[in-house]
């Protein structure tokens, strides 16, 4: 395949797939394993995968649109879109979606059936998916800079790109957002001169107005609303405040609860608005009420906290030291940023929701290896972070990981890593919209129902995202990230009818298999084709 196919899509040919105008229709056999005291049973579930291909105008409202990561988002989302180049000191760079698993990852689709070589497509020539150039943007900050200003402020983009962008952001002012000061850090005050007024019910109610005149102001077919702002404390849940969605609505309604966080608010508007929700941030935005409000209207809900550096890393490490049969027994990690983020973090509730967050992504990984750990023991795992205006947006992490190796021998690994924060969380924010909105556009059907389902509300498959991934009540956590990414392609796979991707390589490891391949593979005169991609 030559460079002028290289955005060209594919079709499955198969008797298990049909492509309508409307649709992709896949029959697929879900294999799983259930195990019964000490006996292991496989099983065959059939199911009909139903994925609509139509790609819908979307619009996009950030919370906190004036921040380092949303003035970023929007930045580079225009910056791509107009193919801009600028100057550096190290040379001419271009806008890319580097650091994007749907605009920058790549996954095996098969096997060259000449040469059995890997072959590999973009993920995001899977399936039809909404581009991140042809999202409308909007939202809201307590902030009243324009994002101009605030791109300028944040200190995140080069110079010469900021020039560039500066004419067209300018013109991008955020609405009036909801301000809750007891559940963000007192120092973010000064930035507060753009809230909203009025009673919580009032302030819902302007939120669900603003929503649909966005939507309809730009001929949007679907919204999604995303929180990039400052992380907030911890909600207590009570009982007849917020743990349930009829208790919630009501004490919204009646004003003067303490417990009902700005989030929630935008949670629940963004519910009753059909909109899904995504939580970037640590803290309980989710809250009983809000998960039952989303079952209830059937409107996907998505979190906690992007998953952008050292977190990312620990969930990699961590599987590989338990996968190898090594014991981690100590995990200390050490934070310092700049931003406003770092800021709003050095207030001790705001710190101990991030500290949540962080702390438990190693715990399914622990669980998963008996050999290794006794029942509830864990590690020892600490997380500290400082503010230190000085590095701006470009956070330092370290961490030391003490593991338990053969015959009682310790072994350390310490890592730093430099994380320019807002250029990794901003393309999460990409990814978790771009996926939020295919999962709306797939329904299942079981071989036994007549009735097409969507997957729950409590949309888990963003998971790989997030660092405290929210999951159905009653479902397990998985924090691994690999098995976190093989659970989205697999996903997307069995949309097309395609089995997982099993690594087995049988067709590479048979006498008879790889004779078959090397004849295939010469053009009678020894000449061997050499890998290509599909994409």
Same mark, same amino acid.
């Given at each position: 395949?030559?460079?002028?196919?290289?955005?060209?899509?594919?079709?499955?040919?198969?008797?298990?797939?049909?492509?309508?105008?409307?649709?992709?229709?896949?029959?697929?056999?879900?294999?799983?394993?259930?195990?019964?005291?000490?006996?292991?049973? =496989?099983?065959?579930?059939?199911?009909?995968?139903?994925?609509?291909?139509?790609?819908?105008?979307?619009?996009?409202?950030?919370? !906190?649109?004036?921040?380092?990561?949303?003035?970023?988002?929007?930045?580079?989302? #225009?910056?791509?879109?107009? !193919?801009?180049?600028?100057?550096?000191?190290?040379?001419?760079?271009?806008?890319?979606?580097?650091?994007?698993?749907?605009?920058?990852?790549?996954?095996?689709?098969?096997?060259?059936?000449?040469?059995?070589?890997?072959?590999?497509? =973009?993920?995001?020539?899977?399936?039809?998916?909404?581009?991140?150039?042809?999202?409308?943007?909007?939202?809201?900050?307590?902030?009243?800079?324009?994002?101009?200003?605030?791109?300028?402020?944040?200190?995140?983009?080069?110079?010469?790109?900021?020039?560039?962008?500066?004419?067209?952001?300018?013109?991008?002012?955020?609405?009036?957002?909801?301000?809750?000061?007891?559940?963000?850090?007192?120092?973010?005050?000064?930035?507060?001169?753009?809230?909203?007024?009025?009673?919580?019910?009032?302030?819902?109610?302007?939120?669900?107005?603003?929503?649909?005149?966005?939507?309809?102001?730009?001929?949007?077919?679907?919204?999604?609303?995303?929180?990039?702002?400052?992380?907030?404390?911890?909600?207590?849940?009570?009982?007849?405040?917020?743990?349930?969605?009829?208790?919630?609505?009501?004490?919204?309604?009646?004003?003067?609860?303490?417990?009902?966080?700005?989030?929630?608010?935008?949670?629940?508007?963004?519910?009753?608005?059909?909109?899904?929700?995504?939580?970037?941030?640590?803290?309980?935005?989710?809250? =009983?009420?809000?998960?039952?409000?989303?079952?209830?209207?059937?409107?996907?809900?998505?979190?906690?906290?992007?998953?952008?550096?050292?977190?990312?890393?620990?969930?990699?490490?961590?599987?590989?030291?338990?996968?190898?049969?090594?014991?981690?027994?100590?995990?200390?990690?050490?934070?310092?940023?700049?931003?406003?983020?770092?800021?709003?973090?050095?207030?001790?509730?705001?710190?101990?929701?991030?500290?949540? $967050?962080?702390?438990?992504?190693?715990?399914?990984?622990?669980?998963?290896?008996?050999?290794?750990?006794?029942?509830?023991?864990?590690?020892?795992?600490?997380?500290?972070?400082?503010?230190?205006?000085?590095?701006?947006?470009?956070?330092?992490?370290?961490?030391?990981?003490?593991?338990?190796?053969?015959?009682?021998?310790?072994?350390?690994?310490?890592?730093?890593?430099?994380?320019?924060?807002?250029?990794?969380?901003? =393309?999460?924010?990409?990814?978790?919209?771009?996926?939020?909105?295919?999962?709306?556009?797939?329904?299942?059907?079981?071989?036994?129902?007549?009735?097409?389902?969507?997957?729950?509300?409590?949309?888990?498959?963003? $998971?790989?995202?997030?660092?405290?991934?929210?999951?159905?009540?009653?479902?397990?956590?998985?924090?691994? #990230?690999?098995?976190?990414?093989?659970?989205?392609?697999?996903?997307?796979?069995?949309?097309?009818?395609?089995?997982?991707?099993?690594?087995?390589?049988?067709?590479?490891?048979?006498?008879?298999?790889?004779?078959?391949?090397?004849?295939?593979?010469?053009?009678?005169?020894?000449?061997?084709?050499?890998?290509?991609?599909?994409?």
């Amino acid at each position: 395949m030559n460079s002028s196919c290289l955005d060209r899509p594919f079709t499955v040919q198969s008797d298990k797939v049909q492509y309508t105008d409307d649709a992709i229709i896949a029959d697929y056999v879900y294999h799983s394993t259930q195990v019964e005291g000490n006996v292991v049973k =496989p099983v065959e579930t059939k199911l009909q995968f139903k994925t609509q291909r139509t790609v819908p105008k979307l619009g996009v409202m950030l919370v !906190g649109l004036g921040g380092n990561n949303g003035s970023t988002c929007v930045a580079g989302a #225009l910056a791509n879109k107009l !193919g801009l180049e600028w100057q550096t000191k190290e040379g001419k760079h271009k806008a890319n979606y580097f650091g994007s698993v749907c605009m920058s990852s790549t996954v095996k689709i098969g096997s060259d059936s000449r040469t059995g070589q890997a072959v590999y497509t =973009p993920l995001n020539n899977l399936l039809p998916m909404v581009h991140p150039n042809d999202i409308v943007w909007g939202g809201w900050d307590i902030n009243s800079m324009n994002l101009g200003d605030a791109m300028r402020r944040s200190q995140v983009l080069d110079y010469d790109l900021q020039q560039q962008l500066y004419p067209h952001l300018r013109q991008i002012v955020p609405l009036p957002a909801v301000y809750f000061p007891d559940f963000i850090a007192a120092n973010q005050c000064e930035r507060a001169n753009h809230v909203l007024t009025g009673t919580k019910q009032e302030q819902l109610d302007q939120l669900r107005k603003d929503i649909a005149a966005f939507k309809s102001d730009n001929q949007l077919k679907k919204l999604i609303i995303l929180w990039t702002a400052n992380t907030e404390r911890f909600a207590n849940i009570v009982e007849g405040v917020n743990d349930t969605a009829e208790n919630l609505l009501a004490s919204i309604q009646r004003g003067g609860e303490s417990e009902i966080s700005a989030s929630s608010l935008y949670a629940v508007a963004s519910i009753l608005e059909g909109c899904t929700f995504i939580n970037g941030s640590p803290q309980n935005t989710f809250v =009983p009420g809000v998960v039952e409000l989303a079952r209830q209207h059937k409107v996907f809900i998505a979190g906690d906290d992007f998953k952008s550096g050292q977190t990312k890393m620990k969930s990699v490490l961590v599987d590989y030291l338990v996968s190898a049969g090594i014991k981690p027994v100590s995990i200390v990690s050490y934070n310092h940023l700049g931003n406003n983020d770092g800021k709003n973090l050095s207030a001790p509730s705001q710190f101990r929701s991030k500290e949540i $967050s962080k702390s438990n992504v190693v715990d399914d990984m622990v669980e998963s290896n008996a050999i290794l750990f006794d029942k509830d023991e864990h590690p020892d795992h600490v997380v500290v972070i400082k503010y230190v205006p000085y590095v701006a947006d470009s956070k330092r992490a370290m961490d030391e990981y003490t593991s338990e190796i053969f015959m009682g021998g310790k072994n350390t690994i310490v890592m730093h890593n430099t994380c320019e924060d807002s250029l990794l969380a901003t =393309p999460l924010i990409y990814d978790l919209v771009l996926l939020g909105e295919l999962c709306e556009r797939i329904s299942i059907k079981n071989e036994n129902s007549e009735e097409w389902e969507s997957f729950h509300p409590v949309l888990s498959l963003l $998971s790989y995202m997030l660092k405290a991934p929210l999951v159905p009540f009653g479902a397990p956590v998985v924090n691994a #990230l690999f098995t976190q990414r093989e659970a989205v392609v697999n996903v997307i796979r069995a949309c097309l009818g395609l089995a997982p991707d099993n690594h087995m390589t049988l067709e590479h490891r048979l006498e008879s298999s790889l004779e078959a391949l090397v004849n295939s593979s010469t053009n009678g005169n020894g000449a061997v084709h050499k890998k290509r991609r599909v994409v």
